[in-house]
């Protein structure tokens, strides 16, 4: 096990960006219910946080956020503090702020990658926190799936790992995101450069006449998270190991979920940590 650093600040990922599946609803398919007033996107805020993150950034297209925005807000609270028992537990709380990133008109051509998606995020997450500190830019990012359902509260006996280690896979069934799988992952900072480099050199090989429908079809197939997130950006990875695991980003994986007895754990974390709430505008009380 490599010797464990204190970390300043992982941000959370959480990429909304890919294909739709084949639910053929009219809303995106992260915001399918995993179990009562429960959807799948919650449940990946919800990971992030149990995991530990200091900030989290959904990264979505613009007809997509807004409903989103409506479900989660723009901060939920820890839910290792909150339970945390003490004489003034309002007072040891701590918020989580939850922002939301676009697909940036210049990027169009991989709005269907997934892998981009999560790149984007990581680099907004950066560029913004360098503009107020050096201190405050992101050593790690964690990235969570709202295609995929699993258990995530055993994540907080592995928490410690996940916010000091420099890389750390999900695994179920000795597979991971590096196969493809809609599986919680942490990658370091310094990964992310070689990431930024995969693209802008599969950009620069892109005949500037092609449709934009062909680029996107190229970005999509090429560029997978098995083939992006491999053993270079993922190395000496530490393994946490789940006991169960369902993909749902297609409606017959959806349904063999829905059909097991492990969708009765899942359930709702609580008002208290993720409804809507926003943070007051400056100089306004409510």
Known sequence: MSELTEAIHMAGIIPLVKER?????????????????????????????????????????????????????????????????????????RLIPVYYVPIMPNH??????????IVQGALIASEVAADISKWLVPERFYVS?????????????????????????ITFN????KDGEYLGFVFHLDALPKLEKKFSDAQATII??????????????????????????????????????????SWDA???????????EQKHPGKLIISHRSWNPVGVDR
Not at 159 to 167: A, E, H, V
Not at 174 to 177: E, P
């Open 145 to 169: 799936f709202p295609y995929g359902v699993y258990d995530v509260k055993g994540l907080r006996q592995h928490r410690q790992y996940l916010t000091r280690d420099r890389s750390t896979l």
């Open 254 to 264: 959806y349904c063999k979920y829905l059909g097991s007895e492990h969708r009765k």
């Open 208 to 249: 500037t006449a092609a449709e934009l429908e062909n680029q996107e079809q190229h970005f999509y197939y090429n560029f997978t998270l098995d083939k992006v997130f491999g053993d270079d950006i993922l190395y000496e990875s530490k393994e946490i190991v789940l006991d169960w695991y369902y993909p749902i980003d």
């Open 108 to 117: 169009r051509n991989k709005k269907l990658c997934i892998s981009w998606t």
């Open 21 to 93: 599946g084949d639910h053929n609803m009219w809303w995106h398919d992260s915001l399918i219910p995993i179990a009562p007033d429960y959807h799948a996107v919650e449940r990946a805020v919800y990971e992030c946080a149990m995991a530990g993150c200091n900030t989290i950034w959904i990264v979505a297209d613009d007809d997509v956020s807004p409903l989103v925005r409506h479900r989660i807000g723009s901060r939920i609270q820890d839910p290792v503090y909150l339970g945390r028992k003490t004489r003034f537990p309002s007072e040891d709380r």
């Open 174 to 177: 000795n597979k991971s995101v």
